[in-house]
């Protein structure tokens, strides 16, 4: 199944693609197909494992686009975003010589108190291969429309 990293100098976050719902046929009000996905992060001593996340591969292509403007211009913040939850909250903040911050915050379920807030410091060298994992799940399930028959 697809993945990508974010990684840094003192953690990560990982997000896997578990399950892809309706693909190539429904497409999801979100942009692309639902996703039913698992979430790794690494914050300091802090770990969070296996914790299961909803999201659409349309985020994921607004996010890569996002992701790779910033990448070039080395400047900007980038937001992965689910406008119907907020379990995951995640933004890269890029400062200055190719200086990263990763943020944000978790929380599994929304009902329960607990959550996980994190910062991880990244440089822009990180990212070559989130980049390369992203482009791979753009190019297999197309933009917000989805793909074409």
Do not use: C
């Not at 990684?7 to 639902?34: A, C, N, Q």
């Not at 686009?65 to 975003?81: D, P, R």
């Not at 200055?96 to 915050?105: D, F, R, V």
């Amino acid at each position: 199944m697809y993945a990508f990293e974010l990684g840094g100098k003192k953690g990560h976050i990982r997000i896997e693609l578990v399950e892809v719902l309706g693909f190539p046929e429904e497409t999801s009000y979100l942009g692309g197909y639902d996703v039913k996905g698992k979430i790794e992060i690494r914050s300091g001593n802090y770990y969070l494992s296996d914790a299961e996340l909803w999201f659409s591969t349309g985020q994921i292509y607004n996010f890569y686009h996002q992701l790779l403007k910033s990448y070039n211009e080395l400047k900007g913040i980038v937001y992965f975003q689910n406008p119907d939850s907020s379990e995951l909250k995640l933004a890269i903040e890029f400062t200055e010589l190719g200086q990263l911050s990763i943020h944000g915050s978790f929380q599994e379920y929304l009902s329960e108190e607990n959550s996980l807030h994190f910062e991880i410091e990244s440089e822009q060298s990180y990212l070559t291969s989130t980049l390369a994992d992203l482009k791979k799940i753009v190019d297999h399930y197309g933009g917000n429309v989805g793909v074409k028959k």
